[in-house]
């Protein structure tokens, strides 16, 4: 029997071959790992567009902040909700499947659309109101994937767009680019939310998990910041996924209002003030359990939709057969390649459906100014922002997409 660390330990022994080859490609390999051809093996079942879905699994949580009036204690509910978002985003694809895989790459114009239903709060009496998705790929080279959840009933939008650039350096490291604007419209209340770095640990074994790296920050335009450094368990000590947090006026870091300890994949603590120095504290578990996003069945879908284009390939990976992976997948791939000749051959751009880009963003520029955050537009293609009504008329004018109901699925009707 192998010991779990030997070098590809979590690799079955049929691909452990290519488990080899492909560790040391990325070795060797310069330049942007999001370019380099990953085993089918190693493919995870869902695509990177879905990833946006994340942000909302657990409505109640997200909704929670804007039911309280005092912005001291929205913002505490803000950095308890991002913090409760990370065990998802970064953690529940190994659990699912035994270890993290890489997902499918978007293709420009991919899409994924849904609600999350209205839940019942019945310990407090109160109703989330559905709660709607919308997730598109609007660029390809750089990948950027831009998304925006909105939940009408409580004055909620949360928008954004993240790329990431991947490199090697003794394992995968990859540096996401892009932020989250969170805004409460019954208090005219915006948030800059900055989206950590991450690499990737357990690679050489075969059993690969996320890390998050560094800090991220939560800015607020009443004038409260959290912050949130990372660390992981290291070569000498310390517990997987553990991070601390502060929240503080701006101006006045030392004095803290709020501060969190733990781990995002398990269980952290919120104290009231510094831990020492705290006079209370709130143990808070992220939940296993999620609400599901809904939506139709991928017959019922459009052709641009991840659930629909990518369910041939996910059927192939699911039943290991990488022969019909890489076939399904290269059909995509190839009619991508297609539709970029036709464009320069025309000399026309990709219209994107739901996002519209923009040169500058002063709400950006304003709440940045208190961490030092640079936009990087040059780096996403752009600063991508939902557009309601430009959705309307773009999409009303395509007969495939009012046949699969996509602006009334997008909330939009």
Same mark, same amino acid.
């Given at each position: ?184 419209? *019954? ?7 900055? $989206? %950590?770095?991450?690499? =990737?640990?357990? #690679?050489? !074994?075969?059993? &690969? ?66 831990? *020492? ?7 808070? $578990? %992220?939940?296993?359990? =999620?609400?599901? #996003?809904? !939506?139709?069945? &991928? ?66 520029? *304003? ?7 640079? $936009? ?38």
């Amino acid at each position: 029997m192998s010991s779990s660390k030997e070098e590809g330990a979590g690799v079955s022994p049929a691909n452990k071959g290519s488990w080899s080859s492909f560790l040391r490609s990325i070795a060797s390999f310069n330049g942007d790992l999001a370019s380099l051809t990953a085993p089918p093996f190693i493919l995870g079942t869902i695509s990177l567009s879905e990833f946006s879905g994340y942000w909302a699994e657990s409505p109640e949580i997200f909704v929670a902040p804007a039911r309280a009036s005092n912005p001291e204690e929205r913002a505490k509910l803000v950095l308890k909700w991002f913090l409760a978002t990370l065990k998802q985003q970064y953690c529940s694809r190994s659990e699912h499947e035994g270890n993290e895989k890489k997902p499918l790459n978007p293709f420009l114009g991919e899409l994924h659309i849904g609600q999350w239903p209205s839940v019942v709060v019945e310990k407090e009496g109160w109703e989330t109101g559905v709660t709607t998705l919308v997730s598109e790929q609007v660029s390809h080279h750089p990948p950027v994937t831009a998304y925006c959840i909105r939940n009408e009933k409580h004055g909620i939008t949360l928008q954004g767009y993240n790329a990431q650039k991947a490199s090697f350096s003794r394992t995968i490291h990859v540096k996401q680019i892009g932020h989250a604007l969170l805004r409460f419209d *019954k208090f005219d209340e915006d948030y800059l939310i900055t $989206i %950590p770095a991450l690499h =990737i640990e357990g #690679l050489i !074994y075969g059993t &690969p998990f996320v890390e998050l790296n560094d800090k991220t920050y939560i800015v607020s335009s009443t004038g409260y910041i959290s912050k949130v450094d990372y660390s992981g368990k290291g070569w000498i000590g310390g517990k997987k996924n553990s991070f601390t947090a502060t929240l503080y006026q701006e101006g006045n870091e030392k004095h803290t209002l709020y501060s969190v300890e733990g781990q995002w994949n398990n269980s952290f603590t919120i104290y009231n003030g510094s831990k *020492k120095s705290g006079t209370g504290s709130e143990v808070f $578990i %992220p939940k296993t359990e =999620i609400t599901s #996003l809904q !939506y139709p069945s &991928p017959e019922q879908l459009s052709k641009w939709e991840a659930k629909r284009r990518w369910a041939p390939v996910v059927k192939a990976i699911l039943n290991k057969d990488m022969d019909t992976t890489n076939h399904e997948k290269s059909l995509i791939e190839n009619e991508q390649r297609e539709m970029r000749k036709q464009e320069a051959a025309k000399g026309v751009e990709w219209q994107r459906w739901f996002f519209v880009k923009k040169q500058n963003d002063p709400l950006f520029d *304003k709440l940045a100014k208190p961490i030092g955050e640079k $936009i990087e537009a040059e780096k996403t293609g752009g600063i991508w922002r939902f557009d309601a009504e430009h959705a309307r008329q773009y999409i009303s004018q395509v007969p495939e997409m009012q046949q699969a109901h996509v602006l009334e699925r997008a909330g939009l009707v």
